[in-house]
C-alpha cells in the first residue's frame, strides 16, 4: 500500500545551518506531497506542497522539489532559526481520500 | 477566522467507559477527518466524512469506534468500552474538499486521550 518514510530524528542543528530532512513514499499513480509541520503546543499545518513531478514547493524558506525518479520529497531550509524548531511531516494524497503521513521528524535548533 | 476547534483538549477516563470526542471544522468545509497519533508517530487516518455521510471509515480499528456528523458541521468520535491501547491524541481535520490534487488538511489541537 501507500507509504511515506521519513528519516529519524531528533535532527539538532545549530542557527543559520543547512537542513535537509529526507522524504521518500511509495504509491499507485501520481500522489500530491505535502509537508505540515507542528509546532510546539500547536496543531499540524501546512508547510508546502508539490502536485506533481519537478515541482518545487516553498514557503518561510524552506523547499521540496517533487522527485518521481526517486520517488523523493526532501524538505530543505538554507539558514535554520531557532524558532523553526518543530516536528515536520512529510505526507501524500492519492485522490483515495485520505492523506497518508510519515512518522514525523524532530528537529531542534540551538542558538 | 477560526480555525478547527477541539473539546475537550484532554480527557482522562477509566477502562471500560465511554467516551465523545468532538470537532468543529472551519465554516464551510465540506471534508471532515479524524486522525489519530500515537507518541512519535505521525497521525493515522480512522474515518473521512464529505457532508453528513461517513465516505471512507476504513481506518477505524475496530466496532468499538464510531463517528457521525449529522447536520454535515460539528462531528463527534465515540468510543466505547475504552481500552488502555486507545490513549493517543485524536487529531480532527477539515479542508474544502477532498479531491483532486488534495487540498490541504486543516487540524485542530487535538484531544489526548488517557485511558487509565
Known amino acids: 500500500g501507500d507509504s511515506v518514510t521519513q528519516m529519524e530524528g531528533p535532527v539538532t542543528l545549530s542557527e543559520e545551518a543547512f537542513l535537509t530532512i529526507n522524504c521518500t513514499y511509495t504509491a499507485t499513480g501520481y500522489p500530491s506531497l505535502f509537508w505540515y509541520v507542528q509546532y510546539p503546543g500547536e496543531g499540524l499545518q501546512l508547510l508546502l506542497k508539490a502536485t506533481k513531478a519537478d515541482d518545487k514547493g516553498s514557503n518561510k524558506g524552506f523547499e521540496a522539489t517533487y522527485r518521481k525518479e526517486t520517488t523523493s520529497f526532501h524538505l530543505e531550509k538554507g539558514s535554520v532559526q531557532v524558532s523553526d524548531s518543530a516536528v515536520y511531516f512529510c505526507?501524500?494524497?492519492?485522490?483515495?481520500?485520505?492523506?497518508?503521513f510519515g512518522a514525523g521528524t524532530r528537529l531542534f535548533v540551538k542558538a | 477566522g477560526a480555525g478547527v476547534s477541539q473539546t475537550p483538549s484532554n480527557k482522562v477516563t477509566e477502562k471500560g467507559k465511554y467516551v465523545e470526542l468532538r470537532c468543529d471544522p472551519i465554516s464551510g468545509h465540506t471534508a471532515l477527518y479524524w486522525y489519530r497519533q500515537s507518541l512519535g508517530q505521525g497521525p493515522e487516518f480512522l474515518i473521512y466524512?464529505?457532508?453528513?455521510?461517513?465516505?471512507?471509515d476504513s481506518g477505524l480499528p475496530n466496532d468499538r469506534f464510531f463517528a457521525v456528523r449529522p447536520e454535515g458541521s460539528v462531528s463527534t468520535l465515540k468510543i466505547q468500552r475504552t481500552e488502555r491501547g486507545d490513549s493517543a491524541v485524536y487529531l480532527c481535520a477539515s479542508s474544502l474538499n477532498a479531491r483532486g490534487e488534495g487540498s490541504p488538511l486543516h487540524f485542530g489541537n487535538g484531544t489526548r486521550l488517557t485511558v487509565t
Open positions: 466524512f464529505q457532508g453528513t455521510g461517513a465516505a471512507d
Open positions: 505526507a501524500l494524497y492519492t485522490g483515495g481520500f485520505k492523506t497518508i
